[in-house]
């Protein structure tokens, strides 16, 4: 099963390029910038990946991902990833990042958007593996804010696929973002959002009825609301479920107490995603290797997985259309 999961032509829809960041790059990185780190060891780094919760874990991110300050930087992390993704499999990634993160400390929004487009061009010229780019707003910093980085980003709207909203999910509910969703609207741009992580099933109704999203980040909080999966569950609605990511901020107790099995009994359109694979244990097929361990499912079961992420996926129809046969001959 292992081979063959890898070999399976998988997609990642859910993946924080910051939280691609490996204890080993981030020294190189903080060497090469000047930058100090409160770890002697790259050990010491991965021995404060023990988190609580979701708050827990963003200290963290927030802390390691300042190492990235040059165009160089976000290149090479996203080549590091994009190299170890093609390894396992992975044909096409959808890249999140979060400019306010960066631009706070003084990190001008070209330098990680030439540093990112780089990397996936040359991703897609080595290994013919495709990619989409989606920008996200920190729901927990004021709507102004993302307002501003919107309008700001505008030479870049050619290379954004989506926007798409992260970070402290609790007491940050998507209609604080309203006027920033509407206005990405009226400029053409799709958008996705974060919603029932650790949030409420109501965060979910939100960003379907004032953000218009066309997917859910995670979304396994749906199961509170029995009409709501049902709306889900029509609209087909695309849930980039992070099920080892789930396990390490505690929203799940273990792997085997995931809801994945439920939300796909219940028709709901889920895929399989790393979400920040440095700090939560693995990338895309640790995903799919952890839920062939905890549910035994057939591979029918994962071609349904791999191929719920190509329909929804931001590509061209016929990339879709060649990997939709690929999937087939698995
Ligand atoms: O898992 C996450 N949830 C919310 N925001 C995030 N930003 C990076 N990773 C995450
Ligand atoms: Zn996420």
């Keep these: ?27 190189s990185l903080a060497a090469r910038n000047g930058v100090s780190l409160p770890y002697a060891t790259v050990d010491e780094v991965r021995e404060a990946y023990d988190f609580s919760d979701l708050q827990s874990f963003l200290d963290l991110y927030y802390q390691g991902m300042r190492v990235l300050c040059t165009e160089q930087d976000f290149y090479d992390l996203a080549m590091a990833y994009l190299e170890q993704a093609h390894a396992e499999g992975v044909v096409h990634v959808e890249l999140s ?20 487009n780089r990397a996936r061009r040359q991703a897609e010229r080595e290994w013919g593996m495709t990619s989409a780019l989606i920008m996200s707003f920190l729901r927990d ?15 870049y709207y050619e290379t954004i696929d989506a926007v798409g909203l992260d970070s402290a999910e609790v007491g940050n509910p998507p209609t604080k973002f309203s006027a920033v969703f509407e206005r990405a609207k009226a400029l053409g741009i799709p958008r996705v959002a974060h919603a029932g992580e650790e949030g409420p099933a109501a965060y ?20 509170q609301d029995a009409a709501l999966v049902e709306r889900l569950r029509q609209m087909q609605m695309p849930l980039t479920v992070c099920p080892l990511s789930n396990v390490r901020l505690k929203v799940v107790a273990e792997m085997t107490d995931h809801p994945l099995p439920q939300m796909l009994e219940q028709g709901l359109k889920v895929t399989l995603n790393s979400d920040d694979p440095a700090y939560f244990g693995g990338g895309v097929l640790e995903n799919y290797l952890a839920c062939a361990q905890a549910f035994a499912w057939d591979r029918e079961t994962f071609k349904q997985l791999a191929g719920n992420a190509i329909d929804v996926a931001f590509m061209p129809d016929a990339r879709r259309a060649a990997l939709l046969t690929r999937l087939d001959a698995c």
Excluded: Y
Excluded at 11 to 25: A, K, N, Q, Y
């Design 1 to 27: 099963m292992k081979t063959w999961l890898r070999d399976l032509p998988k997609v990642e829809l859910h993946l924080h390029i910051e939280g691609s960041l490996e204890p080993e790059l981030m020294f």
């Design 204 to 223: 979910i109704r939100e960003a379907l009825d004032e953000l218009d999203v066309c997917r859910i980040d995670h979304g396994v909080a749906c199961l």
């Design 141 to 155: 910093r004021d709507a102004a804010e993302a307002m501003a980085v919107l309008e700001k980003a505008a030479p």
């Design 97 to 116: 990042f979060d400019p306010q993160a960066h631009l706070n400390r003084g990190v001008e929004l070209a330098v990680p958007f030439e540093g990112l």
